[in-house]
Nanobody
Framework: QVQLVESGGGLVQAGESLRLSCVASGNIFSLNSINAMGWYRQAPGKQREVVATITSGGTTNYADSVKGRFVISEDNAKNTVYLQMNSLKPEDTAVYFC?????????WGQGTQVTVSS
């Protein structure tokens, strides 16, 4: 089993930055079975959308809306995935969720609120 805990959300003004963290915990065998991790977000009244993903091989992908502004990275020694969010815009306001994808299922964190004011 894998547990995910996100942190780092908050209230910032447009143009500022935040770094979200997602710590994965569980037995080492489960942690080593994670194929990819990603960040998703859901704004009020909107569907959940993928923001950025990183595979176990290090391949990253970004939504067009955040490309060039956000960076996903990982620290395997700490079982942690980060989302560095720069040049934040009001439209980035959402609950951000961390997801760990394994071969047969995925795990989700509880989400962390990011609010960007103009």
């Amino acid at each position: 089993q894998v547990q995910l805990v996100e942190s780092g959300g908050g209230l910032v003004q447009a143009g500022e930055s935040l770094r979200l963290s997602c710590v994965a915990s569980g037995n080492i065998f489960s942690l080593n079975s994670i194929n990819a991790m990603g960040w998703y977000r859901q704004a009020p009244g909107k569907q959940r959308e993928v923001v950025a993903t990183i595979t176990s091989g290090g391949t990253t992908n970004y939504a067009d809306s955040v490309k060039g502004r956000f960076v996903i990275s990982e620290d395997n020694a700490k079982n942690t995935v980060y989302l560095q969010m720069n040049s934040l815009k009001p439209e980035d306001t959402a609950v951000y969720f961390c997801c760990a994808t394994m071969t047969i299922r995925s795990y989700w964190g509880q989400g962390t609120q990011v609010t960007v004011s103009s």
